[in-house]
């Protein structure tokens, strides 16, 4: 167990001396594609609220090593062809550092 805290420590030293997309002195950016207006919308919308939630919580805590975190949700509505566009916007014009919370078997493949 202290192998890996290591590690992970190991690796965010890596990420806070590097330029990376997504993270600067005071945010990380992270997106998550998510159905808000197809067939499970229930399930998404729970999500949502859940990963919002746990943002805040986070963000009022202080952030991650002082930054704090920006969650930007784009809506595939469990089209494959709008999963594909949507993370294109995350990737290259949202500038996301990482994808989380992802759900949808087809729109996750595509």
């Known amino acids: 167990m202290k192998r890996i805290a290591g590690i992970a ?25 998510q159905d808000l207006s197809g067939p499970i919308v229930a399930f998404s919308k729970q999500l949502k609220n859940g990963m919002e939630m746990r943002v805040a919580e986070i963000n009022a805590q202080g952030g991650i090593h002082g930054r704090k975190l920006r969650l930007i949700i784009e809506d ?22 990482a994808m989380v919370g992802t759900i949808g078997t087809p729109t996750s493949l595509a």
């Open 76 to 97: 595939h509505g469990y089209d494959p062809k709008k999963a594909v566009l949507g993370a294109q916007k995350l990737v290259q014009r949202d500038k996301i550092f």
């Open 9 to 33: 420590a190991a690796l965010f030293a890596g990420a806070a001396l590097a330029q990376t997309q997504g993270v600067t002195k005071n945010e990380i950016v992270i997106g998550s594609m």
